[in-house]
C-alpha cells in the first residue's frame, strides 16, 4: 500500500531513522516567527537530558544570533547531564 500524503511520509521516514539510532541522543528544535525552543532527548530512556529557548535572552539581537546562544548553553547543559 502506498501512502502519497507528504506528512505521513515523512513521520514514518523520522520515525524508522529514530529507531535506528536508540542510543544517540535526538536534537529537537521548534521554530516561531520570534523564538526558538530546543531539547536534547535520549529516546532509550524516554527523557529530556537538556532544553531552552530564546525567550529568556533579554537581549536585542537578531534571531541568527539568539539561535547561536542557545545553541552554545544547550551544549553546556548536555556535557554536564
Do not use: C, F
Amino acid at each position: 500500500m502506498i501512502i502519497h500524503d507528504p506528512k505521513i511520509r515523512r513521520l514514518r521516514r523520522v520515525r524508522q531513522k529514530i529507531n535506528h539510532n536508540k542510543g544517540i541522543p535526538r536534537l529537537s528544535v521548534y521554530r516561531s516567527n520570534q523564538h526558538l525552543w530546543a531539547q536534547i532527548i535520549d529516546d532509550l530512556h524516554g527523557k529530556t537530558l537538556a532544553s531552552g529557548n530564546t525567550k529568556v535572552l533579554k537581549t536585542k539581537s537578531t534571531k541568527t544570533e539568539k539561535a547561536y546562544t542557545l545553541g552554545q548553553e544547550i551544549a553546556k547543559m548536555a556535557k554536564t547531564a
